[in-house]
């Protein structure tokens, strides 16, 4: 059971990559400007005002907002700043549960002898990582991690919000059902339709009558939200389910060839990361996005958990044949590459092998070369001369477990 006392925080970094860029290029503060390519992957709130978001065509972008700025982004300087930051949250308090590269909760509920209240240690902790980053960072505090991620959104941008645990209907009820986790734009335009546009609405139906409305499964989820049934505490030291990255492609027609080599590339890229954290994985999912932005994924497991980049690479290239001729008809604007059914290296008796492509001495010497040189000093000759186009690393989603990018 959740404490009455107002102790758990969500801290969201503002706009991040483009916050970044805003920081360290004095030009561009104040100004509408993007991070991004082909696809918006952060707008400055300026842009917002314009009607900018993430995951737009930046020519859609343009439209909107013609004096935009766009900017290629600088992965290396996203992920300095997001070590900053949580180093930060991590001399606040043992408990923090990150949930992508610019948020996390931290429960303080025990902390108050030695910080303070909860809200004093809020505010402590955005007064740092402004002095010490140089970034803006929203913080809701409340009873739930439910109701402390609504209050950090309600008061973004660079904002504090506390909410009283005697009043947390009070400060629910009147939001937009679009707070609720899980209710997305099909969603809330279908309870529209029914008149419902508000969580408190919401929380005025029977669980029976909004199950089918939405389904048992999501009646039953967004009615315990809209009456801030959360019970989930923060979990700290939680280790990712999957781990994976994906790359914008636009709209421009590519060769299957060139969707191999892109596949390639997201392979090396997130086995990299897999075997740096020292695991392994077993189940390989692909994420399409074909040119008239339908999406969807196929997954193949292994018989055994690996961290082999050809292993993987040969059951992802397996499932991008299989959608060749798809692929061919409708185009192809994104793909992405996830291992997940993930396990500890060091808890996995590994098989062992006769094939000659699976090699993990060439995977850790290539490792080895790119931590002391750059992850750019090597790399595979299939991918020379090509544009490595945007890859952005995808993470999973706290409230559903399945894998959200880390678009800001």
Not at 22 to 43: F, H, K, S, Y
Request: charged share 25%.
């Amino acid at each position: 059971m959740c404490s009455m006392q107002a102790g758990i925080l969500h801290a969201d970094l503002d706009a991040f990559y483009a916050s970044v860029e805003q920081r360290d290029r004095p030009e561009l503060r104040g100004r509408a400007m993007a991070v991004g390519g082909g696809v918006i992957l952060a707008a400055s709130y300026e842009a917002r005002a314009f009607g900018v978001r993430t995951a737009m065509n930046i020519r859609a972008a343009r439209a909107l907002c013609p004096h935009l700025i766009s900017v290629a982004p600088r992965m290396e300087a996203y992920t300095e700043a997001s070590r900053a930051v949580f180093a930060i949250f991590d001399d606040t308090t043992p408990l923090v549960e990150p949930i992508s590269v610019d948020e996390a909760f931290l429960d303080v509920a025990g902390m108050r002898r030695l910080a303070g209240p909860p809200d004093l240690i809020a505010q402590h902790l955005r007064e740092r990582v402004a002095a010490e980053v140089g970034l803006a960072i929203s913080v809701g505090v409340a009873r739930t991690k439910f109701l402390a991620k609504v209050a950090s959104g309600v008061c973004k941008p660079d904002g504090l919000l506390v909410v009283d645990p005697t009043r947390e209907m009070e400060f629910l009820h009147p939001l937009p059902v679009q707070r609720l986790w899980g209710v997305g734009a099909k969603t809330a335009e279908k309870l529209r339709g029914y008149g419902i546009t508000t969580v408190g609405e919401v929380a005025t139906l029977e669980p029976g009558r909004l199950s089918n409305l939405v389904g048992k499964a999501a009646g039953g989820h967004l009615h315990a939200l809209a009456h801030n049934r959360d019970p989930r505490p923060v979990v700290s030291g939680k280790r990712r389910s999957s781990i994976g990255s994906q790359q914008a492609l636009g709209p421009k027609r590519r060769s299957f060839a060139d969707h191999e080599a892109t596949l390639l590339g997201l392979v090396d890229r997130v086995a990299r990361r897999l075997r740096a954290g020292e695991r392994v994985g077993r189940t390989v999912t692909l994420r399409f996005r074909f040119g008239d932005f339908v999406r969807d994924t196929r997954s193949h497991t292994l018989a055994e958990a690996t961290a082999s980049t050809s292993t993987f690479f040969d059951a992802a290239h397996d499932l991008l044949v299989a959608r060749k001729a798809e692929i061919a008809g409708r185009g192809l604007t994104l793909l992405g590459f996830t291992i997940s059914n993930l396990s500890s290296a060091t808890a996995v008796q590994l098989a062992l092998t006769f094939d000659k492509r699976d090699r993990p001495e060439l995977d850790r010497t290539l490792d080895s070369v790119r931590d002391r040189f750059g992850s750019s000093s090597i790399g595979r000759a299939t991918l020379l001369g090509r544009s490595t186009g945007l890859s952005v690393p995808l993470l999973p989603d706290p409230g559903t477990g399945s894998a959200v990018t880390g678009f800001r």
